[in-house]
């Protein structure tokens, strides 16, 4: 794709500040943009850098005086690069409507038109996949699963049976829904499985990214609220409900029968405990560690989890320890001079 300076800014919806002439082919970064590349700044703290950058035209959300290069003024930054990003992507071989010849199809399966099957997947007896869908490669949809329409799962994906994937979704590679939950009884001596004979329910416009495990629920459903986001290498346990348009990101676990509000946002290797709820609109911080459920709107951070306030604290504390362990040696050092002082005098 190549296209002018001019004609990105019509494409975008942006203001042209400047010469519309040159030719644009790609997108980068302040640091590594060229001549014919369109980079983006959305601080003013990163304009001393976009002036030595060598971007041939530059996305803002307000003009930069005295800038040489072009700008494209927007309202929103990260909306304009989405669709330039969209503009520059690589042109990929679109997936191929119908079923791989290598593909296996069960019986009573019901596959709307425009759907795509590829090769080696495999989709199982009373399955139904809706139009426009795509099944990569290697994939497997068990028993009596669902996909719903424009939905797009990667190689490798494992959906297990009676398992409910919504419209406009998407899995990638590597990932398995509807996998049997960690729930062990320990009797006579030995742990024994507890059967899990609920399903998955993950609703429209669900992202999911690669390597990511959700378990199907003891009874009733495992459930993936509309419009929520989900990062690789997440565990989501049996029974959890996590609600719409959350933002779980990478290396998150969830653990068995959590109830997760609207809106919440999880940072990295997050961790709770089971049986919990998590209030609309949480923000917690990474690596934090929930042990027990939070009222709407929580703002938490470490290990065990805490008000970010109350955080803050607490590691403005721990940085001082050191300090605070030598000023302890030297009390206890005078306290043992005095001490024996005190004794010689007896």
């Known amino acids: 794709m190549k296209l002018t300076v ?29 001549a014919n590349d369109v980079t ?46 969209k503009i520059f992507a690589p042109k990929l071989k679109a997936a191929a409507e119908g079923i791989a010849p290598t593909a296996k199809v069960g019986q009573n399966v019901k596959i709307a038109k425009g759907v795509s099957v590829g090769a080696g ?8 996949i809706g139009e426009n869908s795509v099944i990569a490669g290697g994939c497997k949809i068990g028993e009596n699963s669902k996909v719903g329409k424009n939905c797009r ?67 009733g459903n495992t459930i993936i609220g509309a419009g929520t986001k989900i990062d690789n290498l997440v565990q989501i346990a049996h029974n959890v409900i996590i609600g719409k ?16 509000g609207d809106g919440v946002v999880l940072a990295g290797q997050v961790g709770l405990v089971d049986n919990i709820e998590i209030g609309n609109g949480t923000m ?18 470490g290990s065990p989890a805490m008000d970010i306030r109350d955080a803050m604290k ?12 030598e000023s302890l040696k030297q009390l206890h050092k005078r306290i043992e001079i005095l001490e024996a002082a005190e004794d010689d005098k007896k």
């Open 284 to 301: 917690i911080g990474a690596q934090a560690g929930v042990m027990s459920g939070t009222e709407a709107g929580a703002r938490l951070l």
């Open 153 to 219: 799962l990667d190689s490798n994906v494992a959906v297990y049976h009676n398992c409910t994937i919504g419209d406009n979704v998407i899995i990638q590679a590597n990932s398995t829904i509807g996998s049997t939950g960690f729930g062990y009884s320990f009797i006579d001596g030995s742990h024994r499985l507890i059967p899990h004979n609920g399903g998955v329910v993950i609703e429209d416009f669900v992202e999911i990214g690669a390597n990511c495990c959700v378990d199907r629920a003891k009874f």
């Open 245 to 260: 348009c959350c933002l779980v990101a990478a290396q998150v676990g969830i653990s068995g029968s959590c109830r997760i």
């Open 40 to 85: 983006f700044i959305t601080n003013d703290r990163h304009i001393a850098r976009l002036e030595k950058s060598g971007a041939g035209v530059v996305i803002a959300g307000k003009r930069i005086a005295g800038l040489a290069k072009p700008q494209l003024i927007v309202k929103n930054v990260d909306a304009a690069l989405i669709e330039t990003l």
């Open 121 to 128: 997947a495999v989709i199982d007896d009373g399955a139904a």
């Open 314 to 325: 607490v590691f403005g504390l721990m940085k001082r320890l050191p300090k605070l362990a």
């Open 6 to 34: 001019a004609q990105l800014a019509e494409r975008v919806g942006a203001e042209l500040v400047g010469d519309g002439c040159g030719q644009i082919i790609a997108v980068g970064s302040i640091e590594t943009a060229g």
